[in-house]
């Protein structure tokens, strides 16, 4: 149970609180929050989603935190008041440059609840058109395209470690493809 609240720290991506808070067994203590707006992510499926191994579009970004890039699911935070699916698509088409004919929930996830209320409403598309990216100024990105099977090696070997995208690559490959 929420008792107080103190500010630390109020940036353009997150907030960082110190909360009074009372833990289940009675005692009280204090919590440091990242607090995040939530973001959207999606996995684009480029091809026929029910080919026998579709191709997927996943973008390879720089990442400071990371010393280095990742292979990534186009994702992005949520804007004030907008809707998970319409950041979703926004951010499909910043990222990629494509636009989607089918846009589907998968499911949400609290990214690392220890410590932020962050989470991630994740989406899958098909019915690509591709059209201009419009990336943000931070954004370094290359979008590839990778079959499904080899994004789901890449994922059991290491080279894909972004949790959202292990997650929603691993939920589409087992749950609406059924690969």
Known sequence: MHLARRQVHSGRVISLD???VRFPNGTTGELEIVRHPGAAAVVPILSNPTGPDP?????????YATNGS???????RLDAGEQPI?????????ETGVTAGRLEPLTTIWTTPGFTDERIHLFWAADLT????AREEDEFIEVV??????????IKEG???DAKTVVGILYVAGFILGH
């Open 18 to 20: 110190v909360d009074t």
């Open 55 to 63: 191709a997927v579009l996943l973008i390879h970004q720089y990442r």
């Open 70 to 76: 990742l292979f990534e699911i186009p994702a992005g």
């Open 86 to 94: 319409d950041c979703a698509r926004r951010e499909l088409l910043e």
């Open 130 to 133: 591709s059209g201009a990216p």
């Open 145 to 154: 395209s990778k079959p499904l099977s080899q994004v789901i090696t890449l």
């Open 159 to 161: 080279g894909i470690s």
